[in-house]
């Protein structure tokens, strides 16, 4: 069935999937747009692309995925269909530039910055990859690299009320722009936006003090999962490394930089 008001046509190359008539204002107007009602998952099929026919600001969009995922091995992330965005951009190493850690946070600013212009929602980023916005999680990306090219998986919660997961210990809880906006949101012209918002900051060297200034956590005490030897467990967080890492510091003073892991609230003063 045609997702309104788009028609939809068919790609006439592999993969055979139906083509967005007509296309999203996109900074990449010559890439082709996919829009499947039902997918496994928008990443998954990155991935395909990417191995059949890989463009520079390929998009792919679903109603509905059967098994989409964060960061976090087995932990899907579940949506009601229709609800919500769900996408995936294809990027080139060059269109990514000199920093590719930084695109997760890039893209999280992309999106902070798009939901509080379409919404008047205000955002914060957290490192590395989510949009929190009234104490819950609305947004999270997934970047691969596949040889040449990036996948960047995003999705949204936009117009979902119900089912929405509460945080485990010291992790947010789901939320979405309808919950903590009280009305719904269009969700290609978000899309759209974040497109424009991606493209902006892909291009902007003094991108790092642009997510400082949203950066949530600044300034407190968190503990850091999976963050490597040498990083303390618990620290405070200072800001976004140059690199896309983050820097934080120990209970001594001294500074260190992060760059793999999560952050997650400590549930006690006492783990300091």
């Known amino acids: ?23 999203l204002a996109s900074p990449w107007p010559e890439a082709p747009q996919y829009h499947l009602p039902q997918t496994r998952s928008t990443v998954e099929d990155a991935r395909r692309l990417l191995r059949s026919a890989p463009r520079n600001g390929a998009l792919i969009t679903a109603d509905y995925q059967t098994h989409g995922r ?20 294809l990027l080139s190493v060059d269109a990514v530039g000199a920093q590719p850690q930084r695109l997760p946070l890039v893209t999280g600013l992309a999106v902070a910055r798009a939901v509080e212009a379409v919404s008047g929602l205000a955002c914060r ?26 996948s960047v998986g995003v999705g949204v919660t936009c117009n979902q009320r119900h089912g929405l997961p509460p945080g485990a210990p010291g992790e947010l809880p789901a939320s979405s722009i309808l919950v903590q906006r009280g009305r719904s949101v269009r969700r290609w012209l978000l899309l759209q936006e974040i497109l424009a918002a991606l493209h902006r900051l892909l291009a902007e060297p003094d991108w790092a003090p642009a997510v400082d200034r949203k950066l949530l956590l ?8 999976g963050a490597g030897r ?36 400590p549930t006690a003063r006492s783990a300091r």
């Open 218 to 225: 600044r300034g407190e005490w968190v503990q850091l999962e």
């Open 125 to 150: 980023v957290k490192w590395p990859n989510d949009v929190v916005a009234g104490g819950g999680k609305i947004a999270g990306c997934l970047c691969e690299r596949t040889g040449g090219w990036y």
């Open 70 to 89: 964060g960061r976090t091995a087995g932990r899907r992330w579940v949506s009601e269909p229709r609800r919500n965005l769900l996408f995936s951009l």
């Open 1 to 23: 069935m045609a997702h309104p008001p788009h028609a939809l046509d068919r790609a006439p190359g592999p993969p055979n999937w139906p083509l967005r008539r007509p296309p």
């Open 230 to 265: 040498g990083v303390p467990r618990v620290a405070r967080v200072i800001g976004v490394a140059a690199a896309g890492g983050l820097t934080v510091a120990d209970a001594d003073g001294r500074r260190h930089t992060c760059h793999a892991g999560s952050l997650r609230l």
